[in-house]
């Protein structure tokens, strides 16, 4: 099996790409334009593994990707590459929208361009698969779960620009038939997980003595995932699910903010002793514009249909992650120059300095 992986340097593409080449046996041609999430440290294990090439491009970039469709000849297609932080997308849209949007309309181009080149038998196997996230569908309630059949309501800038580009994905399925199938996850969490994010912040920031930020009251409720579990999720989805179909992934680990991160507190208690308690340094700060309340997922049409169950829950994966940070300074600790945890989207107004 040839994959062609599009954002397999960042979080949830490079737990994807170990998971192809090292238990599936696949060859990955890996590309990554390598912004500041993009790290090729993360993928430091498969660095003599021949079944793996990495390309550096944009996926906005056309000649770039027909140039890799052309070379590498895939199989299978895993889109994963996005601007994916819902801070950043409030003060700079401008690139969620080029590389989320644009880049995914390129890129679904350049797919059908090859695929419509290939023999019959091949033409009739590939896949393209493509990975986007549950924030397009809003918010819920104190009660309910998303579902395939939940209808969009984003509510950020990222929220939109992946909406749109789960609309480009459908529309390519539906208008030329190309056999496209869509994912939406849960939030989630794991090693190599770029520091600005909730839980490496958090045990970062506690590593420091530093202060946890927590949004608003930390109310907000998500479902977490362990990346590995969406990876082998992604795998099952791409190879046996079926075309035209989306299927939602979740760990079923609902947990309030403010309770992530006290469990997270509690762990560097035990693993990271300080003569303070950590939770001493939560604080709570101005809340995210249009933060949604609550997302969680109905992951049965996966479970049922293709199999998959999440192996982690939440206490065991969270455990995992923070060992992993507290052993791992060497992936963390240049990225932690570059970016120290400082508060990212907040708004100011026309004047303000």
């Given at each position: 099996m040839r994959v062609i992986v599009t954002g397999g340097a960042g979080f949830i593409g490079s737990a994807l790409v170990r998971h192809l080449v090292s238990v599936k046996g696949y060859e990955v041609l890996n590309i990554d334009k390598l912004t500041y999430a993009g790290n090729e440290a993360s993928l430091s294990v498969l660095r003599s593994n021949r079944s793996h090439?990495?390309?550096?491009?944009?996926?906005?970039d056309r000649t770039a990707m027909n140039e890799a469709f052309d070379t590498f000849a895939p199989d299978l297609v895993m889109h994963l590459a996005a601007e994916s932080h819902v801070d950043r997308s409030i003060t700079g849209a401008d690139e969620f929208v080029q590389t989320n949007v644009v880049g995914t309309f390129t890129l679904l181009e350049a797919a059908r361009m090859y695929w419509d080149t290939l023999p019959s038998e091949r033409r009739k196997a590939f896949r393209f698969l493509h990975v986007s996230t549950d924030e397009v569908y809003g918010s819920l309630g104190n009660t309910g779960l998303f579902t395939e059949e939940t209808p969009?309501?984003?509510?950020?800038?990222?929220?939109?620009?992946?909406a749109a580009s789960d609309h480009l994905a459908k529309a390519w399925a539906?208008?030329?038939?190309?056999?496209?199938l869509v994912s939406n996850c849960s939030n989630n969490y794991g090693p190599y997980h770029f520091p600005e994010k909730l839980i490496p912040l958090i045990i970062l920031n506690a590593l420091d003595g530093k202060s946890l930020p927590v949004y608003g009251k930390g109310t907000n409720v998500r479902d977490w995932l362990y990346v590995e579990d969406h990876a082998r999720a992604l795998d099952i989805i791409a190879t046996r699910g079926r075309i035209g179909e989306t299927y939602n992934v979740g760990?079923?680990?609902?947990?309030?903010?403010?309770?992530?991160?006290?469990?997270?507190?509690?762990?560097?208690?035990?693993?990271?002793p300080k003569p303070f308690k950590h939770e001493s340094l939560i604080s709570y700060v101005t809340d995210r514009p249009g933060h949604d309340a609550r997302y969680a997922i109905d992951a049965t049409k996966l479970e049922k249909e293709l199999g998959w169950s999440a192996k982690d829950n939440f206490d065991t994966g969270i455990e995992k992650?923070?060992?992993?940070?507290?052993?791992?300074?060497?992936?963390?600790?240049?990225?932690?120059?570059?970016?120290?945890?400082s508060r990212l989207g907040l708004l100011t107004k026309s004047g303000d300095s």
């Open positions: 090439r990495f390309m550096k491009a944009d996926i906005c969009y309501d984003p509510s950020s800038p990222y929220s939109a620009s992946k539906r208008t030329y038939g190309m056999p496209i760990g079923s680990n609902e947990r309030r903010n403010i309770d992530v991160v006290k469990q997270v507190c509690l762990l560097m208690d035990s693993y990271s992650t923070v060992k992993w940070y507290l052993e791992n300074e060497w992936w963390w600790g240049p990225l932690r120059i570059g970016y120290t945890g």
